[in-house]
């Protein structure tokens, strides 16, 4: 890895309280992953502020969580990507974060990611929700490829003596579109945190002031989460 792509770890999910904090200053894959439409802006900020209903995990995510590492090392063995920890935030706006499951930088500076899941349910194509995290996490490391890899298993035990892969191209379109989303979202965001209609157009250089206003949003949804 690069010295310019670890200069953009902000956090390590190894250390979780530090993890979150950096994680609800900005927008990551998991927020992005229900932007389908302008209806779900509110929902999303909803989410990210505490105002809706907290899911505190489960059986499920219990057992993603403890199969991870496992999954992870055969993807290092299979594949080369190495397992990560580390949240990272994009090189132009640094409120796009992401935490992917893999990351390997090639010679010629190729960035391919993994992105690990675990399901009880046998897939015929990679749900939506997902690619949304794989594209976002794409933009934010700046990265050509995923591999997206799931294990599927039946109440708790692995079905298959591998997990399933399979790559997923940069899509930038998708991309785009998520980017847009994502901005509506900060707008959101900002309007309920300070009551104020974001600046536009927003400056090439943030004026003083700005900056104030930005910092108080980003230290609210520190508070909220």
Request: net charge neutral.
């Amino acid at each position: 890895m690069t010295p310019e792509l670890e200069a953009r770890i902000i956090a390590d999910s190894r250390d979780r309280v530090a993890w979150l904090r950096a994680r609800a200053r900005g927008i990551t894959a998991t927020d992005v992953a229900g932007l389908t439409s302008a209806g779900s802006i509110a929902r999303a900020a909803d989410a990210k502020l505490g105002a809706g209903p907290r899911f505190g995990g489960n059986a499920y995510t219990d057992h993603g969580r403890r199969r991870e590492p496992e999954i992870a090392a055969w993807v290092a063995a299979t594949h080369g990507i190495l397992p990560s920890s580390a949240l990272f935030c994009a090189e132009v706006e640094k409120r796009h974060l992401a935490t992917p499951d893999g990351i390997v930088q090639e010679a010629d500076g190729r960035v391919l990611l993994a992105e690990i899941k675990t399901t009880n349910k046998s897939w015929r194509s990679i749900p939506r929700t997902y690619l949304r995290q794989v594209w976002w996490q794409q933009h934010v490391l700046g990265a050509e490829r995923t591999l997206f890899v799931w294990e599927e298993h039946d109440d708790f035990q692995p079905i298959h003596d591998e997990p399933k892969s399979v790559w997923i191209d940069r899509d930038d379109r998708e991309i785009g579109q998520l980017v847009g989303l994502a901005t509506r979202l900060i707008d959101e965001l900002y309007h309920r945190t300070t009551g104020q209609t974001p600046p536009r157009p927003a400056p090439a250089a943030p004026s003083s002031r700005d900056a104030l206003r930005e910092r108080d949003m980003f230290r609210a949804l520190a508070l909220a989460e």
